[in-house]
């Protein structure tokens, strides 16, 4: 599907998880009524109720469902059905003890909260067929139901288990990878440490060891675990997919690297029909909305740059964090609209009424426990309507400016233990780059490190620790072909198995950085060291340094003191058409932002007029013209250019020269062609 979105009208979604098996019928009634007055038009439906709808084994009860389903669609409501299989019931645990998961210290979790799946138990690949095969055949073909809903949120709460039938899965899925026990031995450097192999069945998870596992199997496990889940996706898709043709099928990704980091992302993307999303603000976080921003611009990479949907955020404060502070006045339609500027296809929460009961009862909801009569609600019938009026940038797509190269399985081999230091961190220094770009007011994709590159001027690789030779050659043709690059210290240095490349660091990419790093120098606690550069600039690095050969490349910046003090330590490479940038310290975001400023010169990026740090400023481009979203996070009216004049969709009015963006509101003008 070139374009999957949910069947029925091209308008943006709004609504959120329903789920009125915790309420009584009469409630059903109302809640579909105060749906309609807030302008909701999708719900999901029925993720958490497969106990309700089979309450012993192969014996189903769809009569309160087909009653919801009714109303809802009497109401103009469209159905996001869901699969239940995230919940397996009471009585198949107690049928089935061995599909509950153990964890590495070989623990076996209990029933009794969510998600507790072993991914490789037969029985629960056949107990979650024949409950999507039952829903597809009773709903497939009804006209409510415009999208499925697979399970919910793999990959958390848990997702690797470690007993016997992993294991057995696990020997199997080696097998297939490589072929031969000498092949695995090899690929895991197993005769470190007298670790070699004779035969498929000496192989086992990599459960808890005296000391520090193999990182190799380590590494190979997360990619086991990803994939089998993804196995159990795709086989209730394809169910689905044959009992319900025209309706796209999706799971809930939770692509921010602050929500989960056992999935990769990357091939998930591939499997669904749209790339839905749930995301949470890290709401301690001063400027939380660069999270939301750069999960929004994951969920859309990982489409391929289509239109995705957001499936599930938070009306106002969750109370699964250490403190579950409440959104200010606005920021909700803030938090939805800016989503949609980077291509979502709508807003939608979790969930619609509050919870009375279980462990998510003091989560916000669009209905929440105070009722109609409440700030939370007044703001859910007024985005309604705001969505409702930017219906026609449904269809169009978010233009970027620059690229990030992002890969999962780099993170989870960095992540692993015994590195040079416990300060590398992938997660924070591609938060700290995409900070960088998003206070330059640049757009960004995310690709892959093997992905297609040429169409962006300025490609910022911030982590990328294993890097294969096809990476790094593809790094090379970008910049050699005029790109500009800026790749960030402790990248290139291993191969896909978590082997150091032969030769000097940074292995796969010494050839396109143009220098070689002859000693890692990592820096001792609270201290710094200073780099000085251009016009006398000074920076500042903590936590890392690296001594520096050049090979090629010119000193940018050069160590003013420390252990590499002389030293390069940030370079230029001119290599073809292009330059290619190497940063071999730990700079803060504010100091990243002068090695970016020199980048983007030679990237050609145009300087943009000066804009408020917080004014948010994002295009999306459609066939009826361009979109503007100007977003103003901060307590200060904001005003930008326009560099033509448009009209304001969500006020109606005409606006040319500068837009006026109010404190903590929210600008959508369709630009004149």
């Not at 095969?133 to 690797?160: C, S």
């Not at 026990?181 to 035969?199: C, E, K, R």
């Not at 700290?432 to 770009?437: D, E, M, R, S």
């Not at 402790?490 to 070689?516: C, K, M, N, Q, Y």
Request: net charge negative; aromatic share 10%; glycine share 8%.
């Amino acid at each position: 599907m070139p374009h999957a979105t949910p069947r029925g009208p091209r308008r943006l979604a709004f609504g959120g998880d329903y789920n009125p098996e915790q309420w009584s019928e009469e409630v059903w009634a109302e809640d579909v009524a105060l749906m309609r007055e807030a302008g909701v038009n999708l719900v999901s439906l029925g993720i958490f109720s497969w106990a309700r709808l089979e309450p012993r084994e192969g014996e189903y009860d769809f009569g309160w469902l087909d009653r919801v389903i009714e109303l809802l669609h009497e109401g103009g409501i469209r159905i996001d059905l869901a699969t239940p299989t995230v919940v397996p019931p009471a009585w198949f645990y107690r049928a089935h003890p061995e599909a509950l998961p153990v964890s590495r210290d070989g623990t076996r979790w209990a029933f009794g909260s969510r998600g507790a799946i072993c991914h490789s138990s037969p029985a629960y690949q056949e107990a979650a067929a024949r409950i999507t095969r039952a829903l597809g055949e009773r709903y497939g073909e009804h006209p409510a139901v415009v999208m499925w809903h697979v399970h919910n949120e793999y990959g958390v709460p848990v997702l690797e288990c470690y007993c016997d039938i992993s294991a057995a899965d696990f020997r199997r899925w080696l097998a297939e990878r490589y072929g031969t026990v000498d092949a695995l031995n090899s690929a895991w450097g197993t005769a470190f440490w007298g670790q070699l192999y004779g035969d498929w069945e000496e192989i086992q998870p990599p459960r808890l060891t005296p000391t520090v596992a193999n990182p190799a199997q380590r590494l190979d496990f997360a990619r086991f675990a990803s994939d089998s889940a993804l196995a159990n996706f795709g086989r209730e898709r394809d169910l689905l997919r044959e009992l319900s043709p025209n309706a796209p099928v999706t799971t809930n990704f939770m692509v921010s690297p602050t929500q989960c980091d056992t999935i990769d992302y990357w091939a998930w993307g591939r499997e669904v029909d749209l790339v839905t999303n749930d995301h949470y603000l890290v709401a301690e976080e001063p400027r939380n909305h660069i999270n939301l921003s750069m999960a929004a611009d994951l969920s859309r990479s990982v489409g391929g740059g289509r239109p995705w949907l957001l499936l599930e955020h938070s009306t106002s404060g969750v109370n699964w964090q250490r403190r579950g502070i409440a959104k200010r006045p606005g920021e909700m339609a803030r938090n939805t609209l800016a989503h949609v500027a980077r291509g979502s296809e709508g807003g939608m929460f979790f969930q619609w009424r509050a919870s009375r009961a279980g462990a998510e009862k003091f989560h916000s909801a669009m209905l929440p426990h105070a009722g109609t009569d409440s700030r939370i609600w007044r703001e859910v019938v007024r985005l309604g309507a705001d969505l409702d009026r930017l219906a026609e940038v449904w269809g169009s797509r978010t233009v970027a400016d620059a690229a990030v190269v992002w890969d999962w399985q780099s993170w989870w081999a960095q992540k692993l233990e015994w590195r040079p230091s416990e300060e590398l961190d992938t997660r924070e220094r591609a938060e700290a780059y995409y900070a960088a770009l998003f206070d330059r007011h640049l757009t960004v994709d995310f690709v892959p490190p093997e992905g297609e590159l040429a169409a962006y001027p300025l490609v910022v690789v911030p982590a990328l620790y294993l890097a294969t030779a096809a990476a790094g050659e593809n790094l090379r043709r970008y910049v050699a072909g005029g790109g500009t690059l800026v790749v960030s210290y402790f990248s290139g240095i291993v191969d896909e198995h978590d082997a150091v490349h032969p030769g000097a660091h940074p292995g796969a990419l010494r050839e396109v950085l143009g220098l070689t790093v002859e000693e890692f120098q990592p820096l001792h606690a609270g201290r710094s060291v200073r780099l000085t550069g251009p016009d006398r600039a000074e920076l500042t690095a903590e936590r890392w340094a690296e001594t520096v050969l050049l090979d090629g490349a010119e000193p940018a910046w050069r160590y003013a003191d420390g252990p590499a003090a002389g030293g390069p330590a940030v370079t230029r490479h001119q290599l073809g058409e292009g330059t290619a940038w190497y940063v071999s310290a730990h700079l803060g975001r504010d100091d990243l932002d002068a090695v970016l400023a020199a980048a983007s010169a030679d990237a050609g990026l145009p300087e943009h007029d000066p804009l408020p740090r917080d004014l948010e400023v994002v295009r999306r481009r459609g066939e009826r013209g361009d979109y503007l979203f100007a977003i103003n996070h901060a307590d200060a009216e904001a005003a930008l250019e326009l560099t033509a004049p448009g009209e304001e969709l969500l006020t109606g009015e005409r606006v040319t020269g500068k837009l006026a963006v109010p404190a903590g509101e929210v600008r959508v003008v369709r630009v004149d062609r």
